[in-house]
């Protein structure tokens, strides 16, 4: 598929496509396209083209999610709108009449708007405005004329452990719509933080993420997010069993990493000690204690920290920062210009602090940890490339968000079900 990076100006028709459209309200059949049993019985293609008023042409094709031109808008200025105000679909099959007119059969995505429509209990603030909610009940027909540009829609799981990268102007789905019995599905069982039960809504972190920046616990027996205000007045009942946050982060590795990071023909994978029990040490029992018995104690964080000898600082810092979701950047630093087709109206304003990564930095942060792992086991060596092994590139916004001792803005967070430092 050739996908133009450049948005489409006006468009012009295709060959032997219709000149007036019955316009359509949200969801309906075009009454003047094919019915199911019509399109069965067309040939179907792979791809349709479509030419611009300059001549250029676009290319669309079966599983592509695209715009669409909404209801009552004229499709000659539909590519003037932001992608928000466009309606977005996937295409599952193109087909052309035997007078030339070429249809796609797509599945629509719902934007929060057209859910709350539908559904009276959906609490619309709660949701981002590039969510969308794909419709797992309906199929209909449109005509590829109506088609604005191709665009992406990435799948999201709350509690997966290694997120798709979703930039701020990026739609995203972590839910299904069956409008037939208006009900809403997460794909994740913890898509709310338990103790708000509210969602976690990238547009409210951004606005005040000294309150709504949620923080993540990535082991087995959590795999979940909260909010940092609900984590700062909630009480905890247990205590970390390691008092040094950085140390406690940095040794938060979900088992499952440490299973595929170890090869099971290595001889090290049985007889390297973990990096949770190298950072403890073996010393003389008490006088009163039975003769021959030692105990063991955590080791000070300078002694442990001795034992990633001449890892790099960078990645040490990296590795213990908190995972959180989402992360920022500064803004105007390496951030794409703000979306803005051609015509009127005054550029929207910047925020202080935008958007870097809706899915914030649980993928790199975890991939430090486990590159620090391996090494300290002795199961491998450091790579001279290790920032791109671990997904951190030097002319990206870097991964490392806050430095606790340095920003008060990220204050100690201990987990509500393990109790141990997020």
Not at 66 to 87: C, F, I, Q, R, Y
Not at 115 to 124: C, E, G, M, T
Not at 158 to 169: K, Q, S, V
Not at 334 to 353: H, I, L, M, S, T
Request: one cysteine or more; aromatic letters at 6%; a positive charge.
């Amino acid at each position: 598929m050739a996908t133009k990076t450049a948005r489409p100006r006006r468009r012009q028709r295709p060959l032997g496509l219709a000149k007036k459209r019955t316009v359509r309200k949200h969801k309906q059949a075009d009454p003047s396209g094919p019915t199911d049993e019509e399109f069965a019985a067309l040939k179907t293609f792979k791809s349709a083209r479509v030419l611009d008023a300059e001549g250029n042409e676009h290319e669309f094709s079966t599983d592509d999610d695209v715009l669409v031109v909404p209801s009552g808008k004229d499709p000659n200025t539909a590519h003037l709108l932001p992608d928000t105000e466009n309606w977005v679909a996937k295409i599952r099959k193109i087909a052309r009449r035997s007078d030339g007119e070429v249809w796609a059969k797509v599945e629509w995505y719902w934007s929060p708007q057209h859910v709350a429509s539908i559904v009276k209990s959906f609490d619309l603030p709660s949701y981002a405005a590039y969510e969308l909610f794909p419709d797992i009940d309906f199929q209909n027909y449109i005509p590829v004329e109506s088609i604005v540009d191709t665009v992406k829609v990435i799948q999201y799981d709350d509690c997966d452990l290694e997120p798709p990268f979703i930039g701020p102007t990026t739609f995203f789905c972590r839910h299904v719509f069956r409008p037939k019995i208006k009900h809403v599905t997460p794909f994740s069982s913890k898509e709310v933080c338990s103790i708000c039960q509210q969602p976690y809504n990238p547009d409210a972190a951004q606005r005040s993420p000294e309150l709504l920046t949620m923080h993540f616990c990535p082991r087995e027996t959590c795999q979940a997010a909260w909010h940092r205000q609900c984590l700062s007045t909630h009480p905890i009942t247990k205590r970390p069993t390691c008092t040094d946050r950085k140390l406690s982060l940095l040794c938060s590795i979900p088992s499952v990493f440490l299973k595929s990071s170890v090869s099971p023909s290595a001889s090290t994978s049985t007889s390297s000690p973990s990096l949770l029990s190298l950072l403890s040490k073996s010393e003389p029992a008490p006088p009163q204690s039975q003769p021959g018995t030692r105990k063991r104690r955590r080791l000070s964080e300078a002694d442990a920290l001795s034992l990633f000898g001449d890892l790099p600082p960078d990645l040490i810092q990296l590795a213990s920062q908190p995972i959180v979701k989402p992360t920022f950047k500064p803004s105007g630093v390496g951030e794409e210009a703000p979306k803005r087709r051609k015509g009127k109206g005054k550029a929207p304003k910047e925020p202080r602090n935008v958007i870097h990564n809706v899915a914030g930095n649980i993928t790199t942060v975890l991939k430090a940890r486990v590159l620090i792992n391996d090494v300290v086991r002795g199961i491998t060596i450091l790579p001279r490339d290790w920032r791109k092994k671990i997904g951190w590139d030097d002319d990206a916004i870097p991964s490392i968000i806050v430095d606790d001792d340095e920003n008060d803005q990220c204050p100690p967070l201990l987990c509500p079900t393990c109790g141990e430092h997020i």
